[in-house]
């Protein structure tokens, strides 16, 4: 893991940004996230196919644009943009490792969170980015290994305050930091801030879009 600090900004929703040293990395700019959270990056990974983490539209004039551009992400995902890029869209799956931008990922998880018993699970994907910050997508994926940044989806159809918080207890990061809050109202956000932080037995915080972070 390079030793060079670590720069993290939070988008809209889902999306973050990891720089270091002029590189860097976006994950998850789905629907939800600003029209340009993927200029400038080296590259993009997406934890799984849904719209507000996977904005097919925007990655295909992403990839368009910039030619260097590669992406990372599950089956589901890649196969809907590897055959007009060849090479640029590599598929990965739980347990395996890569360098992307310059940055050291491993996968961790396979499925999306039960939104409800009727609803068939698609698969999800979390990324541990340079052994430090793990974005877990639309799950509750515990890594086998120590978390020192856990980005944490505080707010969807799929999880409720008790889960987040216990959630929080299992991981044990250092710092967790929200994502997956633009459900999330004004008027909740100190309830959420107070409870997570009082119960999850770690530094809790947010950042607003645009807001940034040094690792």
Not at 38 to 55: C, I, N, Q, S
Request: with cysteine.
């Amino acid at each position: 893991m390079d030793a060079s600090p670590l720069t993290l900004t939070k988008k809209a929703h889902s999306c973050i940004r990891l720089e270091r040293e002029g590189r860097a990395v976006v994950i998850d700019p789905g629907g939800f996230s600003e029209s340009d959270a993927v200029g400038g990056a080296d590259a993009v990974l997406v934890t799984h196919e849904h719209p507000d983490h996977f904005d097919e539209a925007r990655l295909r004039a992403a990839l368009e644009a910039d030619p260097a551009l590669e992406i990372w992400t599950l089956r589901s995902v890649a196969e809907q943009l590897s055959a007009a890029f060849p090479g640029r869209v590599r598929t990965v799956g739980h347990g395996d490792t890569f360098t992307a931008a310059g940055f050291d990922v491993e996968v961790h998880g396979e499925l999306h969170a039960v939104i409800h018993p009727d609803l068939p699970r698609v698969t999800n994907i979390g990324f541990m980015v340079d052994g430090s910050v793990f974005h877990p997508g639309d799950a509750l994926t515990v890594p086998d290994r120590q978390v020192d940044t856990l980005l944490l989806p505080v707010m969807a159809p799929w999880n409720k305050i008790s889960e987040v918080i216990d959630y929080v207890r299992e991981v044990r990061p250092r710092r967790a930091i929200d994502i997956h809050d633009a459900l999330l109202t004004d008027l909740a956000r100190p309830i959420y801030d107070s409870q997570i932080g009082k119960l999850g037995g770690t530094d809790h915080g947010r950042l607003a879009p645009g807001g940034s972070a040094e690792l």
